[in-house]
């Protein structure tokens, strides 16, 4: 099927670093999204991106936080200056298929130390 | 408020039992889709499910809008079937919630 894919899959920084995490969405796909998950906590929704704009973003997204998809590439989140509370699985997610079925990537996991 | 209700939170089943889980919403949606996870792993979309009944080998969603909730039926489960069951709901805006999911384990 379908498939979104996350780069890196895991990431180790430290505390204040700046973070770039990249998402290639399903190529014909209009809507992106970035989740967060803690271990063993809820999916929570961070951010929704289409037509190069942020449509809604919830108050997990920090003014730390930036989303962009330049010239139709990686769909990224950037983190700067990351906190210690930013440690997390980061989920992407695109959709906009006939169904507007979302489709996950594996995540990327993301320590800040 | 939480706008996506799962039950129950945990469930153990001997292997062979059947299972349903529940996901109630408060609000208006455009669309329900489930998804299963395993620990530590991405969601895999199970059904896509605005409506009505939908079946995909031992598993069926059953969604009925005017009741503002949505199930999915496992039969005969698996050991595999273990992991969390998460329902999402999309209002308008393609704003996307999920529920807390359910855990499921299944034993041998």
């Known amino acids: 099927g379908p498939k979104v894919l996350q780069i890196p899959s895991h990431q180790i920084i430290d505390m204040g670093q700046m973070v770039t995490l990249n998402c290639d969405p399903v190529s014909n796909h209009l809507y992106f999204y970035w989740y967060k998950q803690i271990l063993g906590q809820q999916m929570e929704f961070l951010v929704n991106?289409?037509?190069?704009?942020?449509?809604?973003k919830s108050k997990l997204f920090k003014d730390q936080f930036s989303v962009e998809r330049p010239d139709g590439s990686y769909f990224t989140l950037k983190i700067q200056p990351t906190a210690l509370e930013d440690s997390a699985v980061y989920f992407c997610?695109?959709?906009?298929?006939?169904?507007?079925?979302?489709?996950f990537g594996a995540g990327t996991r993301l320590s800040v130390l | 408020g939480q706008q996506v209700q799962q039950s129950p939170a945990s469930l153990v089943l001997q292997e062979g039992e059947n299972a349903e889980l529940q996901c109630n919403f408060s609000?208006?949606?455009?669309?329900m889709q489930w998804f299963y996870q395993r620990p530590g792993g991405s969601l895999v979309s199970l059904f896509y499910?605005?409506?009505g009944t939908k079946h995909s080998g031992r598993l069926t969603s059953t969604t009925v809008i005017k009741e503002r909730r949505s199930s999915l039926h496992i039969s005969s489960s698996q050991t595999t079937d273990s992991g969390t069951y998460l329902c999402a709901l999309e209002r308008g805006n393609n704003r996307i919630f999920f529920g807390d999911g359910t855990q499921l384990v299944v034993k041998p």
């Open positions: 609000t208006s949606l455009n669309s």
């Open positions: 991106f289409y037509n190069g704009k942020v449509m809604e």
């Open positions: 997610a695109s959709s906009g298929g006939s169904q507007n079925t979302l489709y």
């Open positions: 499910n605005p409506s």
